[in-house]
């Protein structure tokens, strides 16, 4: 009886060191998953909020946003996000949208960038929300009041279509698709 006693405790050891390491595994999965997935804190964002209120499309500002952007990496999902939620809103000024697009198109010439952490990201996260970007866009193009104005608003999306293109950012048949959604 001693001896299945002895057994019995080596068999608890043995389970509850499993489960201190699976445990441990555990909070290390978590506390990766959290490094990986981490935001902008709310200053952060407010910050990044005014910046893509205020954008236009002039090279200082943009090139600023952009190196804002790229610095913060880590947090590329929630910055995608937010970008794509300011090309939804109606409302927004056509310039202001054009200069969204150019900055877009900025952090996706810069997202190969070699020695920034978590800067390739950038081009997964929007090859995600392009489709709807274009689509909020499509709805914006289609309202626009004026043939010249709406034509102008136009050629600047083909523009980045182009540089998209020359880049070799995303598949032919992906940017075939954008297109196919913004006109």
């Known amino acids: 009886e001693e001896v299945k006693q002895k057994q019995s405790n080596k068999e608890e050891k043995r389970s509850s060191s499993d489960k201190d390491r699976k445990s441990g595994k555990d909070r290390d999965d978590k506390s ?3 490094s990986k997935d981490r935001g902008l804190s709310d200053s952060q964002r407010d910050r990044f909020e ?4 205020n954008l236009m499309p002039d090279r200082n500002p943009l090139a600023e946003t952009m190196v804002w952007c790229i610095e913060h990496a880590e947090a590329g999902d929630e910055i995608v996000d937010c970008i794509a939620e300011s090309l939804s809103i ?3 000024p056509l310039s202001k949208k054009i200069a969204r697009v150019y900055l877009i198109s900025d952090i996706l010439h810069n ?3 070699k020695g920034v952490p978590n800067v390739s990201y950038f081009r997964k996260a929007f090859q995600v929300k392009l489709p709807e970007i274009f689509n909020d866009l499509n709805v914006c193009y289609k309202s626009i009041d004026g043939r010249m104005k709406a034509e102008a608003f136009r050629q600047r999306v083909v523009n980045c279509f182009r540089a998209w293109e020359d880049w070799a950012l995303y598949p032919q048949d992906f940017l075939i698709r954008l297109q196919n959604i913004f006109f």
């Open 111 to 113: 997202c190969s960038i």
């Open 50 to 53: 005014d910046m893509l209120r």
């Open 32 to 34: 990766s998953k959290d």
């Open 90 to 92: 109606l409302q927004t």
